[in-house]
DNA sequence: ATATAAAATTAGACATGACTAATTTATGTA
DNA sequence: TACATAAATTAGTCATGTCTAATTTTATAT
């Protein structure tokens, strides 16, 4: 059921606020949206018509599973965007909300996943919020920069803070991808470079400026 | 004055319909926007209203002045869209007219521009039609391909007919952008290779690929 | 427990951009 | 010229998504 350019808005909107845990109420979600109470639950009725949210007074507003879907679709799409505006159209990661919000409501049954794949499937956006795979699963938030892990630490590479085609390339002549297991062999003193065995591999030198733009789970 | 999406699409057909010479009807209208002709009346009084059109039944639409530059704005971004997808997304040139009839609405500032240079500032869309510059000038339709210049005929470059970054990269290479200046030296019979000058540069030769996908204006 | 304030809800209105049906105007043909 | 058809226009309706104002419900504080 294709849903419209406000129906999104609401639906994502009811998704942020519900990550919080008070309940999502019409004065809740009516100052997100900068509008009006009455309005909120005209919509909501709309929605809960559609079998995208229930509501009521008690609980307040709540996405049903189609709903949830729905909401980290367009989320996703909206951090894609914004990745794709600071990587590839070089706009400063503080100018690009406002376009995305609009981006954000472009269908295309090939789009998200065509756009994904240019930009060499970022885990998280330019403002460091992570990604929703397709399936709407959230990636792990890997917290810890490799450049914070301590010597003879193993971890696993959860996700990169530069997406730039450099960096990527750099990475993959690595053989450094999502998932690849690293383990600290030795750090530098002086310069914070690190010697780091890649999936059990030969011993690496790599620099602070590349540990520091890996995010790892460490084991 | 920000225009509503179906203002746009509206000042967009008006313009195609006034390229050519019949008189832009309301009946026109429908049927190229797929709606009633009592709704294109109740709009190109709106239109009206703003001076984005002129409207009579004797002379039919007409745009303003500022009315065409709008058009031309939207159909430049349409265009520019259809080359990302292509280009950069792989779409097939058949699938993208659909998602830039959406992606054309897009508001911004900077968009068009920053789009235009990660392009590389290309002169035709995917289907050959001419893209407009900011200043609403569309380029000299180069129509003939460099491959078809005879041998010592003096031509210059008007747009490329490939717009991928191999192939780019490969004009840089020999220096060669709009508006360079190109003598055909000598035509190869057997593969269709030539020798050209460009600029009054050195002799240098390039294959029928790279010709084929040269457009020139002959002198 | 009662007064007060805040939140939720209802009722009614409005702008936008569409539609249908009826009417007027223009065009074309016998 | 008179009839038939097509195009343009008007009038009235509707769906969407918003608003304001009034009312009801809920929460908070004395
Ligand atoms: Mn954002
Ligand atoms: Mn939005
Ligand atoms: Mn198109
Ligand atoms: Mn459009």
Redesign the pocket.
Same mark, same amino acid.
């Given at each position: 059921m294709k849903k419209?350019y406000?129906?999104e808005n609401y639906l994502k909107a009811i998704y942020h606020l519900g990550k919080s845990d008070n309940k999502v109420? $019409?004065?809740a979600i009516a100052d997100a949206l900068e509008?009006? $109470?009455?309005?909120v639950?005209?919509?909501l009725k709309?929605l809960q018509d559609k079998d995208l949210i229930s509501y009521d007074?008690v609980q307040g507003a709540i996405l049903s599973r189609s709903g949830e879907m729905a909401a980290l679709d367009i989320i996703r799409k909206h951090r894609l965007w914004e990745v794709f505006l600071v990587e590839k159209l070089q706009y400063g990661w503080d100018e690009v909300h406002d376009i995305a919000e609009q981006l954000e409501h472009i269908h295309d049954e090939q789009l998200a996943k065509k756009l994904d794949d240019f930009l060499g499937n970022p885990s998280f956006d330019p403002h460091g919020d992570p990604i929703p795979a397709q399936n709407g699963k959230m990636p792990v938030y890997a917290s810890k920069r490799l450049s914070e892990a301590d010597e003879n630490q193993m971890c696993k590479v959860g996700s990169v803070r530069d997406t730039s085609t450099p960096f990527l390339k750099y990475l993959k002549q690595l053989k450094v991808g999502l998932g690849s297991r690293i383990r600290v062999i030795e750090k530098m003193e002086f310069d914070q470079s690190m010697i780091i065995s890649i999936d059990e591999g030969e011993p690496k030198t790599v620099s602070s400026k590349m540990t520091d733009n890996i995010l790892v789970i460490l084991d």
């Open positions: 419209t406000s129906e109420s $019409p004065k509008n009006n $109470p009455a309005s639950i005209d919509m709309k007074k």
